[in-house]
């Protein structure tokens, strides 16, 4: 079980406002770059803040911008799915542009005081795996893997519960390593997730 499965009902609640973007003109290539450049502000954002300022303040943002950044993913494939605006460039740009939010959301926590480069940047590089083993899945003859436990929605939700409490002034003391290991142990499990299930469906597709 993962937030991903939760999906659907968030897509229903969003619907009214996707059709009102269609009606408009939007297009889901706007609002997936939109989502890409808003990540990067964001994070550099709440990065300068805290390496000039010393003050954590500017993460208490990303808990909004990561439900902001969920409905925008939401959107971009609603407007591509149901308003017949599939292309192969949206379906880069909708990866990629995951990638990027991913690394400059993740890559910011690193200048908090009781973290370090490199914690973050490996469970930054494993959430790039994750997702990479997820992509993998065509190739091998499978599906677009979204399996769990610490998919995209789930590893937002750990970001963004992160920045919070380091937002408010909260510090992590002895458990910032334990807290770093543990998230990038669910990746690594994620991972195997993706390859091992991927693996299960290309031989049953090629088996039936």
Do not use: C
């Not at 003109?25 to 997936?32: E, F, I, K, P, S």
């Not at 005081?113 to 959430?127: H, I, M, N, S």
């Not at 769990?148 to 937002?167: C, E, M, N, T």
């Amino acid at each position: 079980m993962t937030l991903y499965e939760l999906k659907p009902r968030f897509q229903a609640w969003l619907r009214p406002v996707v059709q009102d973007l269609a009606h408009r003109g939007a297009t889901a290539n706007q609002v997936t770059i939109a989502a890409a450049a808003g990540s990067l502000a964001v994070g550099v954002l709440a990065a300068i803040g805290m390496l000039v300022t010393e003050s954590p303040a500017l993460f208490l943002l990303f808990p909004l911008w990561l439900f902001l950044r969920m409905a925008l993913n939401a959107i971009d494939g609603m407007l591509a799915r149901e308003h017949g605006q599939q292309s192969a460039l949206g379906a880069y740009l909708n990866e990629l542009g995951d990638i990027v939010s991913d690394l400059a959301l993740i890559l910011p926590l690193a200048a908090l005081p009781d973290f370090g480069l490199a914690q973050v940047g490996t469970f930054a590089l494993l959430a790039v795996m994750a997702e990479a083993a997820g992509l993998v899945g065509p190739l091998a003859g499978a599906s677009r893997r979204y399996d769990g436990p610490l998919g995209k929605s789930d590893r937002a939700f750990a970001v963004g519960a992160i920045a919070l409490w380091a937002g408010l002034g909260l510090g992590f003391g002895a458990a910032a390593s334990w807290l770093w290991l543990a998230l990038s142990l669910l990746s690594l499990y994620t991972i195997a997730n993706r390859v091992r299930r991927g693996v299960a469906e290309a031989r049953a597709r090629t088996a039936g």
